[in-house]
């Protein structure tokens, strides 16, 4: 099949010998040939332009107006789905931990920030909070650096359950950053060495990007092995932030190779996808009064009372319940004596007999 | 890693056998399910196999 442009093989103009008709025949055949496979399309169009008008009377074509609003009689079958950001609270919005204010990373111990984002730094101490974004990104999340340190880790681990899928596929990460002080940000990509077990991981890809003072969106796509079906883990370094900011904001983490826009899921499904792994209770009633869990009733000196409470969201895991404030009336401190996926049992010894109570206020950590 | 200390094991409120441990994480009283698929345990463990850390019988056994 002849490909474009056509190129006719015989001329005519300016002959001064007598030509064959089978040349014109040859000619003819030559612009017939290729008519015909652009209307079979077995000769490829690369690139078409069409002013004005519309294209009727063809099936299987999408419609677009000229307002770029795009029309489609079927469905959209996608090779990814319309929630395709694998990353929870990528913008950083929730943030039941700190409810906005600014929290100190210690060297000694790693801790969970904003939801889902867990934040590291070697050499010294620094503080991360929420920050307002610009435009229409409500968030973003800010660490400010400090004399000494020498990194700041900023992670993010994608259960099995929500990667699985993406072994032996690229994938694409984006990522808005801005450094006031530094020119490069580190991203690392790896998977847990068994299911859902970060304590030690398979590094698949790693790479830098530049950045400046201004927030700019950064993608990079990477091939992940087949082997990494059990959790991901993403984490996003930067080296001597010893003053300045280093912003981060809308992560997502994709299958395919297009950074596509930032996909924003409302803030309640948002907020239970976090509570999968966190959540808290922090309900009080006057000074002191820690009553998230609380028990109240007439007790024997020495006995055992205790009670259960639901969780708002089933856990990826049995939690780690932290009795965060206490409140005692005829009580020793109460513990917890038994935890599941979707409750904890709580109880507390009388010491007093007689008006007791108990209380505090808790929150339960499923967190990768 | 967060910092664990003071561990010892929750006997059940009927005196079943342990299924929790009770340990400060970074200085918070936590009780930490004896679940494998709880990082804090998977932590606990690891430090315990390293002899970091000791964890205390139930009270009243």
């Known amino acids: ?5 056509i190129s006719i093989p015989y001329t005519f103009a300016a002959s001064t010998t007598s030509i064959p008709l089978s040349y014109l025949d040859s000619n003819f055949s030559t612009l017939t040939t290729a008519l ?32 770029n609003n795009l029309s489609i009689a079927g469905v959209v079958q996608m090779g990814s789905s319309f929630l395709r950001n694998r990353i ?8 039941q931990r700190n409810a906005g204010a600014a929290q100190t990373i210690t060297t000694a111990a790693a801790a969970y920030t904003v939801d889902r984002w867990l934040a590291s730094c070697t050499g010294a101490n620094v503080t991360g909070q929420r920050v307002a974004g610009s435009g229409s990104t409500q968030y973003r999340y800010q660490f400010t650096g400090a004399a000494s340190v020498t990194a700041i880790n900023f992670t993010q681990r994608i259960e099995q359950l929500n990667s699985y899928d993406l072994a032996g596929s690229t994938i694409t990460i984006s990522v808005d950053l801005a450094n006031s002080l530094l020119t490069s940000v580190s991203w690392a990509l790896s998977y847990a060495n068994s299911a859902d077990t970060f304590t030690s991981t398979t590094a698949i890809s790693s790479g830098t990007f530049t950045v400046s003072s201004t927030v700019t969106r950064y993608n990079v796509q990477v091939l992940l092995p087949a082997a990494a079906t059990t959790g991901l883990q993403l984490q996003l370094s930067v080296g001597a932030q010893t003053s300045g900011t280093w912003t981060i904001g809308n992560v997502q983490v994709e299958a395919g190779t297009i950074a596509t826009p930032f996909e924003r899921r409302p803030q309640g499904q948002e907020f239970l996808l976090c509570q999968r792994y966190y959540e808290q209770d922090l309900l009080t009633n006057g000074p002191a009064g820690y009553v998230a869990f609380s028990w109240n009733g007439i007790t024997t000196n020495g006995a055992l009372y205790f009670g259960t409470r639901p969780f708002q969201v089933a856990k990826r895991a049995s939690p780690t319940v932290l009795i965060l404030n206490n409140y005692r009336v005829g009580f020793n401190t109460p513990a917890i004596n038994t935890t599941s996926i979707s409750s904890f049992m709580a109880s507390a010894i009388a010491n007093t007999g007689g008006d007791s109570a108990f209380g505090f206020t808790w929150s339960a950590s499923a967190e990768l | 890693m967060p910092q664990y200390t003071n561990a010892k094991y929750v006997s059940g409120i009927f005196g079943q056998e342990p299924s929790t441990i009770q340990v400060d994480i970074n200085g918070v009283l936590s009780f930490v399910p004896m679940a494998d698929d709880n990082t804090d345990y998977q932590n606990i463990m690891i430090l315990v196999a390293e002899g970091k850390l000791v964890i205390a019988p139930a009270d009243g056994t």
């Open chain 1, 1 to 5: 099949m002849p490909t474009l442009p």
């Open chain 1, 36 to 67: 015909n496979g652009i209307g079979s399309g077995t000769t490829p169009l690369t690139s078409v332009t069409i002013t004005g008008g519309t294209i009727t009377g063809v099936s299987g074509v999408p419609t677009l107006d000229a307002n």
């Open chain 1, 88 to 95: 929870i609270n990528g913008a950083m919005a929730i943030d």
